[in-house]
């Protein structure tokens, strides 16, 4: 889904790419970290495009997460499963975490660079 969404909204296929990479770990982290395993979590994934580019925003009601917590070293220093918020922060333009109530919000943007010929 989130391939096709970014082939609609002008993305190359390299960049089609980095935005499922970066959408997956986010997933992931959410799986693991939000709801420790738990198959019951809901996330909700929104996809919100325009002549700008793409904004894909999760949704999860699990463990509140603090993204200052999280050092970020050099990726060939990483140990295995911790590559997520290198992956997300580098493929991405911008990524930006929220706590809203006891929902967990983050928004991945992906903005349009280039003409897909």
């Not at 993305?11 to 959408?23: K, L, N, Q, W, Y």
Request: a negative charge.
């Amino acid at each position: 889904m989130v391939q096709e969404i970014s082939r609609q909204s002008g993305f190359t296929d390299g960049e089609r790419s980095e935005i499922t990479i970066a959408v997956d770990e986010a997933l992931c982290n959410v799986i693991k970290h939000s709801y420790k395993g738990n198959p019951q979590g809901l996330i909700t994934l929104t996809c919100i495009c325009d002549d700008r580019g793409l904004e894909i925003v999760l949704r999860d009601q699990g463990e509140a997460f603090d993204p200052q917590c999280v050092e970020i070293g050099p990726p060939d220093e990483m140990r295995p499963g911790g590559r997520g918020m290198f992956l997300m922060r580098s493929t991405m333009d911008e990524v930006e975490f929220q706590r809203a109530g006891n929902t967990n919000l983050l928004k991945l943007r992906k903005h349009v660079k280039t003409a897909v010929r």
